[in-house]
């Protein structure tokens, strides 16, 4: 029978005796009858504090919004915020706390901010002295499929800080192995195992609901999507934010979606299909507008290559319509966030062809999964 990282709690009871607790978590922290981490914890543990990712604790904060310290109603635990004025727990926070948990069910794309959330804090545990937990739990779009170009450290970020490719194929109990080894956290980790999870498995597979991590991942058709369109969120092109759709649609106000269609037919895309749709986002870019679009549907997630389609997608639009453009740097000096999101300048700048720059993808996803296929905790 299928069980997360923290059912199996009891089996590894003796890591908690006598040491104050801190948790990292947020509402996909649960066990398959919703009962949340921090509950379980607190019954179990002497658990004292907790920590917000992005979204909060509860989960009831949109993208970007920073957050400061309080106090958890339910729990009265004190909670510190990992996305507000810093990302990293400070020597103040790990004063409180003896060992730190992690669980959150991630969506197994490195621009996902949550796995920079976990490597912080390994690095806090590492520079305090504390060990860390890791309640592990499925990788949603399969534990085999590596896809993208690896990223260049030059670029790295908030949502990408190590050379991983935009589709890992890792548990976060895996990744966080890599980290600690591979690029040299070397903290005291202890990952909490699931049981019965293939590495052929995707979220969909699983005889468990889907809890939203963040308010635009609502489903997990979205989690294919958002390895394909999230790159938009360094254009002028929406994303689909502020729609029932997010990320599984794109436009603007200035696309034309029928042409766009007709040219992404010639590439014979596998595993996909394409309708063209009118939109208008409630909230982010191009509020209120109405934008002419696409909609993506993944027909087979195996057969997929959502990170090729995606940037077939950009090279496609930049080509096609004039309007297009990349948007400039949030911060003056800062780097763009397409090269953030990509990992390089190479789409930027077109430094490949379309066809080039598949082939690169191919080859550093061959190269990353090599790597990574030493950190596997779980078979096929």
């Given at each position: 029978?299928?069980?997360?990282?923290?059912?199996?709690?009891?089996?590894?009871?003796?890591?908690?005796?006598?040491?104050?607790?801190?948790?990292?978590?947020?509402?996909?922290?649960?066990?398959?009858?919703?009962?949340?981490?921090?509950?379980?914890?607190?019954?179990?543990?002497?658990?004292?504090?907790?920590?917000?990712?992005?979204?909060?604790?509860?989960?009831?904060?949109?993208?970007?919004?920073?957050?400061g310290?309080?106090?958890?109603?339910?729990t009265?635990?004190?909670?510190?915020?990992?996305?507000?004025?810093?990302?990293?727990?400070?020597?103040?926070?790990?004063?409180?706390?003896?060992?730190l948990?992690?669980?959150?069910?991630?969506?197994?794309?490195?621009?996902?901010?949550?796995?920079?959330?976990?490597?912080?804090?390994?690095?806090?545990?590492?520079?305090?002295?504390?060990?860390?937990?890791?309640?592990?739990?499925?990788?949603?779009?399969?534990?085999?499929?590596?896809?993208?170009?690896?990223?260049?450290?030059?670029?790295?970020?908030f949502?990408?800080?190590?050379?991983?490719?935009?589709?890992?194929?890792?548990?976060?109990?895996?990744?966080?192995?890599?980290?600690?080894?591979?690029?040299?956290?070397?903290?005291?980790?202890?990952?909490?195992?699931?049981?019965d999870?293939?590495?052929?498995?995707?979220?969909?597979?699983?005889?468990?609901?889907?809890?939203?991590?963040?308010?635009?991942?609502?489903?997990?058709?979205?989690?294919?999507?958002?390895?394909?369109?999230?790159?938009?969120?360094?254009?002028?092109?929406?994303?689909g934010?502020?729609?029932?759709?997010?990320?599984?649609?794109?436009?603007?106000?200035?696309?034309?979606?029928?042409?766009?269609?007709?040219?992404?037919?010639?590439?014979?895309?596998?595993?996909?299909?394409?309708?063209?749709?009118?939109?208008?986002?409630?909230?982010?870019?191009?509020?209120?507008?109405?934008?002419?679009?696409?909609?993506?549907?993944?027909?087979?997630?195996?057969?997929?290559?959502?990170?090729?389609?995606?940037?077939?997608?950009?090279?496609?639009?930049?080509?096609?319509?004039?309007?297009?453009?990349?948007?400039?740097?949030?911060?003056?000096?800062?780097?763009?966030?397409?090269?953030?999101?990509?990992?390089?300048?190479?789409?930027?700048?077109?430094?490949?062809?379309?066809?080039?720059?598949?082939?690169?993808?191919?080859?550093?996803?061959?190269?990353?999964?090599?790597?990574?296929?030493?950190?596997?905790?779980?078979?096929i």
């Open positions: 029978m299928f069980k997360v990282g923290i059912e199996n709690i009891d089996q590894h009871i003796e890591l908690f005796k006598n040491k104050r607790v801190g948790l990292i978590t947020n509402p996909t922290g649960v066990t398959s009858d919703f009962t949340t981490t921090i509950e379980v914890l607190a019954n179990k543990t002497n658990l004292v504090a907790l920590f917000s990712p992005e979204h909060g604790v509860r989960g009831d904060l949109q993208a970007g919004v920073h957050l310290t309080y106090t958890d109603e339910k009265g635990c004190i909670v510190y915020s990992l996305y507000g004025e810093t990302r990293k727990p400070t020597k103040e926070m790990m004063d409180q706390i003896d060992i948990c992690f669980d959150i069910q991630d969506v197994g794309a490195r621009f996902y901010t949550y796995i920079y959330t976990m490597a912080y804090a390994m690095m806090a545990c590492k520079e305090f002295d504390k060990e860390f937990v890791v309640f592990d739990r499925p990788n949603p779009v399969g534990g085999l499929d590596v896809e993208g170009n690896i990223l260049d450290i030059e670029y790295r970020s949502v990408g800080y190590y050379p991983l490719t935009q589709r890992y194929g890792l548990t976060l109990g895996e990744l966080s192995m890599m980290y600690n080894q591979e690029f040299e956290i070397g903290c005291k980790l202890h990952v909490v195992k699931m049981e999870w293939s590495r052929a498995d995707h979220f969909s597979d699983l005889n468990r609901h889907w809890v939203l991590p963040s308010p635009n991942i609502p489903t997990t058709d979205t989690l294919y999507a958002y390895l394909t369109t999230c790159y938009f969120e360094g254009t002028n092109v929406s994303e934010r502020g729609t029932a759709k997010p990320f599984s649609m794109f436009g603007a106000p200035w696309l034309d979606a029928d042409k766009l269609i007709d040219e992404l037919k010639k590439r014979s895309l596998k595993g996909v299909e394409f309708r063209k749709v009118y939109f208008t986002p409630m909230f982010s870019k191009h509020k209120d507008d109405l934008c002419q679009g696409v909609e993506l549907f993944v027909t087979d997630v195996k057969a997929y290559k959502p990170v090729s389609t995606g940037y077939t997608l950009i090279y496609l639009i930049r080509d096609l319509f004039k309007e297009f453009k990349f948007l400039d740097p949030y911060r003056p000096g800062g780097k763009q966030m397409i090269d953030l999101l990509t990992g390089s300048d190479d789409m930027k700048n077109k430094r490949y062809s379309l066809d080039e720059m598949l082939d690169k993808i191919d080859k550093d996803s061959l190269e990353f999964k090599t790597k990574k296929e030493r950190y596997h905790l779980y078979e």
